[in-house]
């Protein structure tokens, strides 16, 4: 299974992106995908997730409110709209599938099985 981000780039404070995820591979089973990133020197850290059956989604406490996670089933594409980015929100973003098994997190980096390969995305103030 390989996954492939993109859709980052540079943007001002205030400003917008939507970040895109798919695989190039056939259709998995999977309960989940999910979005994380990495700031330079940082652990990275859990953004937002989204059960591929019923759609239920979960934030982190720093983009809820700002930034929207989706998927596409048909087109076995996960989105995440980032809006009123901030520069602390400067990192490569990651996307990360988990396997069919529902996981005991959501949160946690080490329960999604696929990772993608990362898109900067840089918000200068």
């Known amino acids: 299974v390989q996954l492939q981000a993109s859709g980052g780039g540079l943007v001002q404070a205030g400003g917008s992106l939507r970040l895109s995820c798919t695989t190039s591979?056939?259709?998995?089973?999977?309960?989940?995908w999910g979005w994380f990133r990495q700031a330079p020197e940082k652990e990275r850290e859990f953004v937002a997730a989204?059960?591929?059956?019923?759609?239920?989604?979960y934030y982190s406490d720093s983009v809820k409110g700002r930034f929207t996670i989706s998927r596409d089933n048909a087109k076995n594409t996960m989105y995440l709209q980032m809006n009123s980015l901030q520069p602390d929100d400067t990192a490569v973003y990651f996307c990360?599938?988990?396997?069919?098994?529902?996981?005991?997190?959501?949160?946690?980096?080490?329960?999604?099985?696929?990772w993608g390969q990362g898109t900067q995305v840089t918000v200068s103030s």
């Open positions: 989204i059960q591929w059956r019923n759609g239920v989604t």
């Open positions: 591979g056939r259709p998995f089973a999977s309960a989940a």
């Open positions: 990360a599938a988990m396997g069919s098994r529902y996981p005991s997190s959501y949160y946690l980096n080490s329960e999604y099985e696929y």
